[in-house]
């Protein structure tokens, strides 16, 4: 699947258009309904989500959605509310440009500061999956899983804990599960095998694949139910 994501580089014009933009419009014109996790005080959703797609128009997409997570609600300035930062990265989200920058750009860049549930929720549209795979599910949930984790635990799994990943290939690893999904219980399944990100989906009556990918620190602060973004 081709990404689209906030990737760029060199000096951006104040005026640059935010990239986030066209990807909101390709999510809003899927076949499917795109979901998120519910509104709560814990939570705040990245504006715009990253959608992956595949086709020219798209045969298949996905669309993630990421989250601002508050601790503590209400109290911005708590530094439970503050991401672990290292020295570089604090000065470089702290240094001003002699030159002005997008509005947007700024905006994700104060996203950085916070804890995130960082592409958390997926909405997936792949009829190709569908029709080829013994369980699409199976396979969009722990691609799911796995992409989270590489892009965000590797450090704490250790140099050779990348796409490898047999824990999430075992068994024991498998169970049922419902899934909240506008206030109705969907039967799907739950991936416990990797130990910092856990894994929950089902597949809707609509034909979406909805997978979430949460790390298991952040639990205690999140209610697991979803919902139809609404536009």
């Known amino acids: 699947m081709r990404p689209w994501g906030m990737?760029?580089?060199g000096v951006l014009p104040e005026d640059a258009p935010d990239p986030g933009v066209a990807a909101m419009a390709q999510a809003r014109a899927l076949p499917v309904p795109v979901r998120t996790l519910v509104a709560q005080p814990t939570l705040a959703r990245i504006a715009h989500p990253s959608l992956m797609s595949t086709g020219e128009p798209?045969?298949?997409a996905s669309v993630s959605w990421s989250y601002t997570l508050w601790r503590v609600?209400?109290?911005p300035d708590d530094p439970a509310n503050l991401a672990d930062l290292d020295d570089a990265t604090r000065e470089s989200l702290d240094a001003e440009p002699p030159w002005p920058r997008p509005a947007w750009l700024v905006a994700s860049l104060e996203w950085m500061r916070r804890p995130m549930l960082w592409e958390a929720v997926r909405t997936t549209w792949d009829p190709p999956l569908v029709a080829r795979a013994a369980d699409p599910l199976a396979d969009a949930l722990r691609q799911h899983v796995a992409y989270v984790a590489v892009?965000?635990?590797?450090e704490a799994?250790?140099?050779d804990a990348r796409w490898d990943r047999p824990e999430l290939e075992a068994a024991s690893a498998w169970n049922p599960a419902?899934?909240?999904v506008d206030g109705v219980a969907v039967d799907g399944v739950r991936l416990d095998g990797d130990p910092h990100v856990l894994g929950l989906?089902?597949?809707?009556?609509?034909?979406a694949i909805l997978t979430a990918a949460l790390p298991r620190a952040e639990l205690a602060h999140v209610r697991v139910a979803f919902e139809t973004v609404a536009w």
């Open 58 to 60: 798209p045969t298949a």
């Open 7 to 9: 990737r760029f580089a």
């Open 157 to 159: 799994r250790g140099p």
């Open 201 to 207: 989906g089902a597949v809707l009556a609509d034909g």
């Open 151 to 154: 892009n965000r635990f590797d």
């Open 73 to 75: 609600p209400g109290a």
């Open 178 to 180: 419902e899934v909240l």
